[in-house]
Nanobody, 123 residues
């Protein structure tokens, strides 16, 4: 199994920034890519961003518009989500997730999930 622990969430004013961290442990060799998802109250979970461990290829949801940046520190088995210019509509529980090797679709197929970290953006 791959264990994922998110941190870095909190309360921030609109226009502010937060950096989320996701520490991976366990059988991390089985992870090809890491993704960030979010779920707002009463809404469906949605894809935010993803990155591959090896090549560092990044993928973003259309709404990011350059505001969010996903990155990794491979030696620490950690993935980050730098969130700038935050908006109230970014308020959600943010989850990191692991995708096994061999998948073509970066927005789906994740098999391990963290517990989530709350991000609240006030207006």
């Amino acid at each position: 199994q791959v264990q994922l622990v998110e941190s870095g969430g909190g309360l921030v004013q609109a226009g502010g920034s937060l950096r989320l961290s996701c520490a991976a442990s366990g059988r991390t060799f089985s992870s090809y890519a890491m993704g960030w998802f979010r779920q707002a109250p009463g809404k469906e979970r949605e894809f935010v961003a993803a990155i591959t461990w090896r090549g560092g290829s990044t993928y973003y949801a259309n709404f990011v518009k350059g505001r969010f940046t996903i990155s990794t520190e491979n030696a620490k088995n950690t993935v980050y989500l730098q969130m700038n210019s935050l908006k109230p509509e970014d308020t959600a529980v943010y989850y990191c997730a692991s995708q096994p090797a061999g998948l073509k679709i970066i927005t789906g197929g994740y098999n391990y999930w963290g517990q989530g970290t709350q991000v609240t953006v006030s207006s």
